[in-house]
């Protein structure tokens, strides 16, 4: 069977990537925009003999599953962008959702059998899950009208909106203009009061004059400030470096930390892939003087930009390079009471792991956004003698599959 044809399915559970699995005479079909226990109708996208698997969109529905809402972003929908494929799902199934990828991938790939929460963030529910994300990056069709990639596909489809965008960014009329064919746009719009600040393929753009700022001073990074009672922290962030994209997540994962690590007081930190210093810095006041603080990232301009936060913190050692190759080198870090880990979406991978369990730290605090990478680093992690103390799932990705979690390990 070729692509774009299309097929009867009853539709099985959800699996990670956004998508639920159905079979069709023995083949996996990986079907989009559809839900546990459906009957639809689905075009085929990715088919053909010589596939161990097939991909799907679901275009009609059969019978409905009771978790069925209308599309808050329908230009998400079957053929059109990315980033939204959970938006017909009512909210909490979509954490309901993605509880069940996180303790599926716990469970096949680390044999961890866990019950996890997966909580909402702060004013979801009240704002229907849309309006949280303080970054986006668009990109201009052939007619200069600003839009996204579809799924899995380099062709642009042009939008009129982006409800997942938060006010500020949604202000900023940013589909209501013409821009360069094939531009690349991003948008920032910092919490803590800073201006929004607009990227053309990386440059500052002036949205009042509609052309870019070239001049060397022009702004290229924003104040971004998380507020964690007691403390209150102001950072520099390029405006296309990377920084948490809901608006509450830097203070909610902040304040998730800082619990997990405990009493710090006086304690030796390692703040691995620690980007900007979004925990490094609440984490130097945690340990006070007497303590210290050892940041490890391999990004120089999130270096730099850490290094303007924590000029006035001699407890704080700013380290940049490659976190595998830092910590081969027992040398370069020293000893740890606690090490918190923020790895990409790839998650640490084995070397980073054999040797935090050569380190041997009390405490583990690991920052995930991959159930999968998490699962096999947790995996490890377990054979080398840690145990899981607590495991809390963050849904800070309403209406797409994507989660945060925080796990913590003690020893």
Known sequence: MASEELVELTVGPVAHGGHCVARLDGRVVFVRHTLPGERVLARVTEGGAERAFWRADAVEVLDASPDRVPSVWPAAGPGGVGGGELAHVALPAQRAWKAAVLAEQLHRLAHLDLDVPMLAAPGDDERGGLGWRTRIELVADSSGQAGMHRHRSH????????????????????????WPAGGRIEAVAPTGGDEPLVLLDGVPYDLRRGRTDERPNARTAVREVVDVPPGRWTFRVAASGFWQVHRAAPSLLVEAVLAGAGELTGARVLDLYAGAGLFTLPLADAVGPSGSVVSVEGDLRAVRDARRGVHDRPEVTLVQGDVGAVLADPGNVGRADVVVVDPPRVGAGRSVIDA????????IVYVACDPAALARDLALLVAGGYAVASLTGHDLFPHTHHLEAVAVLTR
């Not at 409800?163 to 209501?176: R, T, V, Y």
């Not at 935090?356 to 405490?363: G, K, Q, S």
């Open 356 to 363: 935090l369990v050569t380190l041997a730290p009390a405490r």
């Open 155 to 178: 062709d642009v489809a042009a939008l009129a909106d982006m409800p997942l965008a938060s006010d500020e960014i949604a202000a900023l009329g940013l589909f209501d203009r013409r």
